[in-house]
């Protein structure tokens, strides 16, 4: 049984959808629980961002894609979800996580996928496809990066449109820690409703996922919060590497994007034959904030790729 | 009074006596009572009270109770009440308005006028904010904009802006004093909208076109004006009063907004003892 849930043009934003097939799955440092939807010759392989959301707010925007023949394999990652949540913190590593997306794979027997990532999904999937390029039918880039010191920039410069002083009070709280203080956490909100969501509203899977979240796991590969970066990714950079793809690439953002434009154009320009999309209304959730254009795109990619066109 | 009572709080004995009016409208007067009532080690008699509607005072809903106007005769009734002769008064902020009102109504009433973080000249004021909100960036005040012309006031990404202006331009310190706390905490919003507004940065109260600046010349009584460099009634709306006042001083604290009595009390004090001090036997 699938639920569609509508907008108020009758367009199924996403579906709520019982998976056809659940899984256990032992990974380094525990198991996951991983969901696979439909049974196409096609499969779409999800990782979501965070990192340490569970896959809710990732996986059921495009479970309307089962219906269009698609198989979709998703998994909460470890730490979130039906999955373990076990509290070591060496755990919370870029190649655990790499890892643990073959374990996935490997239980479910898919030879090759098409990647379709989310902000820490697609650093995450960029590392992957590096490693273990020969799983790669093509990839979907979105609303990330390959370059965090760039990203860095980037930020600093999102940060500045709130004037110098809001920009000094948050150098002082973030130099002292004080990241719950009422003034840092508003400054916090402001930003996240300008490059995040721009919706006044909460879509249920986000809220699940937020619900969710595992707070350790963000901490200690990203920082407090998505404008102060103080994790382990901090200095990673896989822009002079990703020239290596060799599948179709689709690069996806929103004008407002935390992870900005200017960053899709260096991973869309550092790999032969990306596509680059840019939805104009939108901040880092295209799949809620411009529903339609973003499963228009997504859909001509992926039919381009697998030769369905 | 007809529409209620209120509750005074009398520190100290002596002919010099010290009435505080705090700001709001419709917070308790712990704040400044409790910043203030110091000044009986220098020989001050200091009387506060919590205005009708707040504190341990009476809360009448009635809306009408909301004007400056009514706000003037409880002042008048509290001195009277307490037989309190001819005060200092100090008004901080919405205090400052009320004193202002005051004085122009009572003269006879008054020793001394002392001025916290306040204005006389409303319109101005509301430019002088529109300069402060213009600091959070164009995005931010259009954010701002749409939110109070839709009416969405208690959105969060609107108290979010708010809550920067708060820290930035009514209390700077990273932890607000218990009495600050205790007072915002009991704020009575009736007569904060009436009169005001539904926040600081926002005028649409009835009081939204006060200017008491043409009339000022008439407050003959020595009068401090203070104010925080940072203060969100600012600098520019403490000098427009100087220069409206026959016989004011004016001090500038340059590490406070809105409540130097808190952010800079060692400098803050010394500059209020003084005053009165020195013109305390007019």
Known sequence: ?309 | MGPGEVVAYDFGAGEDVILLLNGGPGLPCDYLRDSHSCLIDDGYRVVAFDQLGTGRSDRPTDPALWTITRYVEEVETVRRALDLGRVHLIGQSWGGWLGIEYALTHPGALRTLVLENTAADIPHLVSELERLRGALGPETVAMMQRHEAEGTLDHPEYQAAITILNYRHVCRLADWPAPVRRSLDDWNMGPYEAIQGPNEFLYVGNLKDWNRIPDMGRIAVPTLITVGQHDELTPACALRMKLALPDAELKVFPNSSHMPFFEEPEAFFPVLRDFLARRAQG
């Open chain 1, 1 to 309: 049984m699938s639920i569609p849930r509508l907008d108020p043009t009758g367009f199924a934003v996403w579906e709520e959808r019982a998976p056809d097939e659940t899984r256990r799955i032992a990974v380094p440092g525990g198991s996951v629980v991983a969901y696979s939807y439909g049974d196409g010759p096609d499969t779409l392989f999800l990782l979501n961002g965070g990192p340490g959301l569970p896959c809710d707010y990732w996986r059921d925007p495009h479970l309307p894609l089962v219906a269009e023949g698609w198989r979709i394999v998703v998994h909460d990652q470890l730490g979130t979800g039906a999955s373990d949540h076990p509290d070591d913190p060496a755990l919370w590593t870029m190649a655990r996580y790499v890892a643990e997306v073959e374990a996935v794979l490997d239980a479910f027997g898919l030879a090759s996928v098409h990647f379709v990532g989310h902000s820490w999904g697609g650093w995450c999937g960029i590392e992957w496809a590096l490693t273990h390029p020969g799983r790669v039918a093509s990839m979907v880039l979105a609303n990330t990066c390959a370059d965090i010191p760039h990203l860095l920039t980037e930020i600093a410069r999102l940060r500045d449109s709130l004037g110098p002083e809001t920009v000094a009070m948050m150098q002082c709280f973030e130099a002292e820690g004080r990241f719950d203080h009422p003034a840092y956490a508003a400054a916090v909100r402001l930003l996240d409703f300008r490059h995040i969501r721009r919706q006044p509203f909460k879509p249920d899977p986000v809220r699940r996922s937020h619900a969710g979240f595992n707070r350790a796991i963000f901490e200690a590969i990203q920082g407090p919060n998505e404008y102060c970066y103080t994790g382990l990714i901090r200095d990673w950079r896989r822009i002079d590497e990703i020239g290596r793809f060799a599948w179709p690439v689709l690069v996806a953002t929103g004008t407002h994007d935390v992870l900005t434009p200017a960053c899709a154009a260096r991973m869309a320009r550092a790999i032969p034959g990306a596509e680059i999309v840019v939805f104009p209304d939108s901040a880092h959730s295209p799949a809620y904030e411009a529903p339609r254009a973003w499963r228009a795109a997504l859909g001509g990619f992926l039919r381009r790729a697998a030769g369905r066109a």
